[in-house]
């Protein structure tokens, strides 16, 4: 039988991408659609580049929800494409085209998270603080992170490689799920699905492949330290995707140090608090809650000063 031209398997993968955001449901359509899939490797390709367009038509989801911005000026929302048919979802597809291969940066000031979706048909979730340059390649995938922390969710494809560096660590995944935060001598890289390989620009005789649901830290200087098993604690150690921090044990002075990530306003623990140790849930964006959460516990006392919330041991009398 004759191989459809690329073009003709594009078509059809806009086709299939229009066709089951109107009927997600549909049990039927998806056996089809599977079908259609497993007659080529090309086939998966063309659907996730089409898929990738297609939602890159919305606009980003951005967190906390006071934060959420209005649609950029000008897109067409999706579902106005849909009801213009196959032609107008083509037009949008090939007008997102000039993805690949151009550079994308994504920063987020102090309490924002967001929810990014690649024109590879990869997602990354972008924390505070953080800025991200995306270069999406015929042959490579690369990302670069300047600063912060980055959860990515990468679109399995063989034949171009997703690298992401951060200073002189290297991360690099084909098809996984896998967190990177940068530090002041290094990065912590945490995987959460399939396998990574990384190691530190200087010293690239030392690379480590990691396992889902383990992490390790890799300096800049001597490349991957101890593989530690994360295990359960690998939700609560993303639970920043969702705007919270989920603590178990840690102490005051660490939380503090993550509150103060995702706050103008800081928190400060007296000094004879600072190894007590804490459990909870708490919102980034709610410093007091956990503050008074803690004077609770321990008997302590909070006060308030300007953009200063500070936990002290009360007064002896």
């Known amino acids: 039988m004759k191989s459809k031209p690329n073009d003709a398997i594009d078509l059809d993968a806009i086709k299939w991408v229009v066709r089951l955001d109107a009927a997600p449901e549909d049990a039927h359509l998806r056996a089809a659609f599977e079908h259609w899939q497993s007659l080529g490797t090309n086939r998966r390709g063309a659907y996730i580049r089409a898929k990738a367009a297609w939602h890159a038509l919305d606009p980003l989801m951005i967190f906390p929800a006071e934060s959420i911005k209005p649609p950029i000026e000008g897109r067409i929302p999706r579902r106005a494409i849909l009801a213009g048919g196959v032609g107008a979802a083509t037009i949008a597809v090939c007008g997102a085209g000039f993805l690949f291969g151009a ?84 990065a ?61 044990g840690q102490s005051l002075a660490e939380a503090a140090a993550e509150f103060n990530r995702y706050n103008e306003q800081k928190l400060i623990i007296d000094p004879g608090l600072a190894n007590e140790g804490l459990t909870g849930w708490f919102r980034t964006n709610e410093p007091q809650t956990f503050a008074d959460a803690a004077a609770r516990v321990l008997g302590a006392a909070v006060a308030i000063n300007g953009n200063e919330i500070r936990v002290s041991r009360r007064d002896e009398k």
């Open 188 to 248: 912590d890289v945490l995987v959460t699905e399939g396998i990574v390989e990384t190691w530190s620009q200087d010293d690239e005789n030392r690379k480590t492949r990691l396992e889902a649901g383990s992490k390790v830290f890799v300096s800049d200087n001597f490349g991957p330290e101890r593989v530690i098993s994360v295990g359960p604690d690998i939700q609560r150690t993303l639970a920043w995707r969702d705007g919270e921090i989920a603590l178990s």
């Open 103 to 186: 550079r994308e940066e994504v920063s987020t000031p102090i309490g924002e998270i967001r929810h990014v979706p690649l024109a590879d048909g990869s997602l990354m979730n972008v924390n505070t603080d953080s800025s991200v340059q995306v270069t999406l390649e015929s042959g490579l995938r690369q990302i670069k992170l300047d600063k912060g922390e980055v959860w990515f969710q990468v679109a399995e494809d063989k034949e171009r490689p997703f690298v992401v560096s951060a200073g002189p660590v290297r991360v690099r995944a084909v098809g996984t799920a896998f967190s990177i935060r940068r530090r002041e001598e290094g």
